[in-house]
């Protein structure tokens, strides 16, 4: 299974642009990346996912590194609804089942 | 609102008793999903169900026991649980599982399940 390294917390101030780091240096070639953020009290939510080329969506821009071994989330504009913990998650191929790590708790600063 | 409910929301029950968690997703997705999620501790997968069969069970205890009717329904039927086992459990359903498509997991609210 690849293995994930997030950084524990982050902090950014309101309106400001975050970028939330994650590597995979195991991932194979054919795994997704996933990204999923969990808001206190609820379940975890779907951000973003992308394989090799960089990706937008409404929520976030997501940047793959050329080898794949790493890859960016980021918040174009933080807001205090954007507080959570956020999971960088490589997709396993040939199982069935994402892998959660300890993801990176982000605190946004008024 | 993500589509896949949960119910109870909260739960406590003493350790003899016999429970069930359940999950409905009006998605028309194909796999569904248990989590476990203690405090302090990452999510852990539990159990996988694509098309109604089980396709993984990550280790857990037989305390635990699955249940897939169908597509949009899984239950979780608890049984002689321990303490240890109160944490918060997320039901999430993807329309293929991880691995066959490009696919997200939509997760329910989750059930806090405390056992005294």
């Known amino acids: 299974d690849a293995k994930t390294t997030q950084p524990n917390s982050m902090e950014s101030n309101e309106e400001e642009p975050v970028h939330l780091p994650c590597n995979h240096s195991t991932i194979s070639g054919t795994d997704y990346i996933h990204w999923y953020r969990q808001l206190p009290s609820q379940g975890p939510e779907y951000v973003i996912h992308g394989l090799t080329s960089n990706v937008n969506n409404r929520m976030a821009s997501l940047a793959i590194a050329e080898d794949r071994k790493s890859s960016t989330l980021i918040l174009h504009r933080a807001t205090l609804r954007d507080a959570a913990v956020y999971y960088c998650i490589p997709d396993t191929s040939g199982t069935y089942k994402y892998i959660f790590g300890t993801g990176t708790r982000l605190k946004v600063l008024a | 609102e993500t589509g896949v409910t949960q119910t109870p929301r909260h739960l406590v029950m003493g350790m003899t008793n016999k429970k069930s968690l359940k999950c409905e997703q009006h998605l028309g997705h194909n796999a569904m999903y248990w989590y476990k999620q203690s405090a302090k501790k990452p999510l852990e997968l539990m159990f996988v169900y694509n098309f109604k069969e089980q396709t993984e069970n990550n280790s857990v205890p037989s305390r635990f026991s699955p249940e897939c009717p169908n597509s949009s329904h899984l239950f979780l039927h608890l049984h002689t649980l321990q303490p240890e086992d109160s944490a918060l459990y997320l039901c999430?359903?993807?329309?293929?599982?991880?691995?066959?498509?490009?696919?997200?997991?939509?997760f329910g609210p989750g059930t806090r399940l405390t056992v005294l």
């Open positions: 999430a359903s993807s329309l293929y599982p991880p691995g066959q498509g490009d696919n997200e997991q939509f």
